[in-house]
């Protein structure tokens, strides 16, 4: 299968993550075993890069692992089997006017994927939140209809991005 350029791969992963909302993201510890949770990133294209934010807490486990292997990857399903995947080199936001610019990118966000951050608990926009940024930037992408499942690949969409490709 021919590689997908960054303009198509893009737009189309982030239509499917925003109707999905909600990803399972694992990273590896320092021990090389995966772990994973639940995040809710918001993407944003601007016509030749992609970037993804999240909210989250700074945690000691979250820490070893990036410091270890500063990757995570992405994978949204939704009961169609519309799934995508983005494998992403991860970067906490420590800088407070950076943080603050994640709060109001969640805060200000496009339904469903927009939400009010002060709901979690123990978040807010004080400086002393355990709020923190998390930037993903993805090196691939891959996106595949559920249809192609059902019709053997007949129909929908598989497409798939590597950088530098």
Do not use: N
């Amino acid at each position: 299968m021919p590689a997908t350029t960054l303009d198509v791969a893009a737009p189309a992963f982030m239509e499917m993550a925003h109707r999905i909302v909600w990803c399972s993201a694992a990273t590896v510890d320092p021990s090389g075993r995966p772990r994973s949770r639940v995040l809710h990133p918001i993407w944003e294209w601007d016509g030749s890069s992609l970037v993804g934010w999240v909210g989250t807490s700074r945690t000691p486990a979250k820490d070893a692992h990036l410091a270890h292997s500063p990757y995570l990857s992405c994978t949204y399903w939704s009961p169609s089997q519309d799934t995508c995947t983005a494998e992403c080199h991860a970067t906490w936001v420590t800088d407070p006017d950076e943080r603050l610019a994640v709060w109001d990118r969640l805060a200000g966000g496009p339904e469903p994927v927009g939400y009010d951050p002060s709901m979690i608990p123990g978040w807010s926009r004080d400086p002393d939140s355990s709020f923190t940024g998390l930037r993903l930037e993805p090196w691939r992408l891959r996106l595949m209809d559920g249809v192609m499942m059902a019709t053997g690949g007949a129909e929908g969409r598989l497409l798939t991005w590597r950088a530098g490709t």
